[in-house]
């Protein structure tokens, strides 16, 4: 498959990453494909997410380095932003191609980097392949099928995402099941975050309090749906204090409903800017409860053993339902708050870890590239 010019050149790999559930997956395949002699990672950072608490606070809790290239492309709409680093992406990939473009996830970064690599014949790995919510409303599972579509190799977390590549028409000799690299970074971080004071900082009490995210389009770009789930909050926080790192989306969405003022007003909801990864494993570790419509924190907190509500209809992560700690209550405010309910009345669940969340995914994804691409890069190639 590689070609690489000079003997011995390292074969160079494009690892991109755009947005905050990028970073903690990238964080283990850098340290990876750093440490052996073969690779040469060139870290590429979109853009599509930048303020400091996106992104920069990412990079310093995962000790990331600086990426080698910021695209700077920002917010925008759908096909704003796609268009955007596609059309930025190109411009680096023609100066200077790499031998591989790696993405992970589902965001618009990564389908944008894939559709810039495949059509310029550059081979793609896609890190978290095959998830399917079977809803093609949502931007994510669009970016996952034409990312998948287009991929060379497909990694996946899996073996329901397994299925779901093969049934789609993909050859099996593609298809690399090696777990989940997003588990690699939480076992790691997640002894440091025990040195957090996060808890202390917001005065919470261990077990205590529940712990929620909410950024969906689906949840927070409809005023109806939004006031919905709030209904549910203004009842549960009646309950146990509930903690909000709100996410930029939704704090606009909240200041457009006009929501401000009844957000206020609940007293033992305590709204929060996002917050880092270090202080965000602590709480998702110590919280009595996560309501959540994040992707990334159904797995987590299925790894922690932490009892999860899915603001959500589906899900494109069922082994978090079917062997883990999470449930879909979807946006109904009744239903969350009998579920809620249910869980105060329960034990803690225990720890669930499905198969290879082993924190070595990482690792099998850099073994099977050195594989595949370091045994044909003795040829001779011209840029
Ligand atoms: C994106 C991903 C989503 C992921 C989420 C995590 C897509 C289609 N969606 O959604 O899968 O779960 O990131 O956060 O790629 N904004 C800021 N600062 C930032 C970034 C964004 O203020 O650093 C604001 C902007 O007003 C922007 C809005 O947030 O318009 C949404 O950002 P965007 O990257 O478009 O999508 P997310 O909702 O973050």
């Not at 853009?47 to 990426?67: C, I, K, V, W």
């Not at 957090?196 to 909410?214: C, I, N, P, Q, Y």
Request: net charge positive; glycine share 8%; aromatic share 4%.
């Amino acid at each position: 498959m590689v070609n690489p010019g000079a003997r011995n050149r390292r074969v160079e790999i494009h690892l991109v990453a755009g947005a905050r559930p990028n970073f903690m997956k990238i964080a283990p395949l850098l340290t990876r494909l750093e440490e052996g002699p073969g690779f040469q990672p060139i870290l590429i950072h979109t853009g599509q997410h930048y303020d400091n608490t996106m992104s920069r606070a990412f990079f310093e809790d995962l000790e990331l380095r600086p990426p080698d290239v910021n695209l700077g492309v920002g917010s925008g709409s759908q096909a704003r932003q796609t268009g955007r680093i596609m059309s930025a992406y190109e411009r680096l990939v023609l100066e200077r191609p790499p031998d591989l473009v790696m993405v992970v996830g589902d965001v618009n970064s990564t389908v944008a980097c894939s559709l810039v690599a495949a059509k310029l014949h550059i081979p793609v790995a896609h890190v978290e392949a095959g998830l399917r919510s079977f809803d093609r409303s949502m931007p994510e599972e669009i970016n996952r099928i034409l990312t998948d579509a287009i991929s060379d190799f497909l990694f996946t977390t899996c073996s329901d995402a397994d299925d779901n590549l093969l049934r789609e028409g993909i050859t099996p000799e593609k298809v690399f099941f090696v777990g989940n690299v997003m588990i690699d970074s939480l076992m790691r971080i997640r002894e440091k975050a025990r040195r957090s004071d996060v808890l202390e900082r917001l005065g919470l009490k261990d077990r205590s309090f529940a712990l929620m995210t909410l950024h969906r389009p689906s949840n927070v770009d409809r005023e109806d749906t939004l006031g919905g789930i709030l209904q549910a909050v203004e009842q549960i926080q009646t309950k146990l204090p509930v903690v909000f790192p709100v996410h930029p989306r939704s704090r606009k969405m909240f200041g457009r409903f006009g929501l401000e003022e009844r957000i206020a007003g609940l007293k033992r909801l305590q709204v929060v800017d996002p917050l880092g990864y270090i202080d965000f494993v602590r709480l998702m570790d110590r919280a009595r409860l996560v309501l959540t419509d994040s992707g990334g924190i159904q797995e987590e907190t299925t790894v922690l053993g932490i009892p999860c509500l899915t603001l959500r209809q589906n899900t494109e992560r069922p082994v978090t339902v079917d062997r883990g700690t999470n449930r879909l209550v979807g946006p109904d405010p009744k239903r969350i708050v009998t579920e809620a309910d249910r869980i105060l009345r329960q034990e803690m669940p225990g720890t669930h870890r499905p198969p290879l969340w082993d924190g070595g995914a990482a690792n099998r994804i850099v073994n099977i590239l050195s594989k595949k691409m370091l045994s044909s890069a003795k040829g001779g190639r011209k840029r």
